[in-house]
């Protein structure tokens, strides 16, 4: 049995933070032995959002290294730029004949973004955001794409533009289905759910020591809990919620110190950042080598370009054929 094949994206907003690897990375890092995996910089898909394109190249590289750094193996798993396989564009033409203007508009995904960031005039490629991601996936003719659960509302849309091809022109594609990452997301320095670069409130893979101390300092904790002495809630605080994730040994002490007061936030926090550091210090390192060694980072997304090309030609080719355009 040949392996599945896995096709992982993410748009390139930058250096990654700790989010990032709870919420994908460590599970992309696990999963590149049980499936043949794809690993997509969706370059394009940052114009649905920003016009601005001045800090994309760099955004890649720089996630393109936090990729590396833990721990994705670019001889397994080629990366690449959807902006350099042109075949991604061609699919996403071809498919946005296969679903409705109505659907795409039912998507609850594009409805929270337009929202949250106050959109008052959608343009036409965002709305079809979720068509452009199913032509990613389905050049790879990925079976199962690794993504969080504001994501499965495309990843329904690319089984229903799968099927519908099928349906129309001959089997070509599979129904891709959505691996769900299992840890919740983390929530972000200032107790919102999510951590997110535009809310300011991250802590950086690439973060040293004394940063990733001063950034915990500032951290929401349990409002009632104001000095040592006072009993806390764990429950409710944010920086327990990092040592579950980060400091899983000693969390009962930590449940217990801080819900009888004995524990201060203050030293739960520089024992927490201390532990973030320890977890960091690979990635960290891993990072300098690759910082210091760009033409070797470039000739990875080169060769994993030429790699995703060829793949994606074969399905090119076999998608003509089936439609018979000749
Ligand atoms: N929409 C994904 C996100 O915002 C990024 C993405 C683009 C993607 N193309 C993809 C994810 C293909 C998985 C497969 O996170």
Redesign the pocket.
Known sequence: MPKKRI?????PTGKLHIGHYVGALENWVKLQDEYESFH?I?DY?VLTTSLDTNDVYQNSIDMLIDWLACGLDPVKSPMFRQSKIKQHAELNLIFSMLITVNRLERNPTLKDQIRDLNIEHVIYGHLG?PV??TA??LLYKGDA?P?GDD?VP?IEISREIARRFNNQYGNVFPEPEALLTKFSRLSGLDGNAKMSKSLNNTILLSDEVEIVKSKLKKAVTDPNKVRKGDPGNPDICLVFSYHKKFNPDEIDEIEKGCRSGELGCFDCKMNCASKISKFLAPIIDKRKYYESRIDEVKDILHDGELRGRKVAEQTMNEVHEKMKLG
Do not use: C, N
Not at 7 to 11: A, I
């Open positions: 096709l992982s994206g993410m748009r997509l969706a898909h955001y452009l991601q990613d996936i794409v993504v994501q495309h």
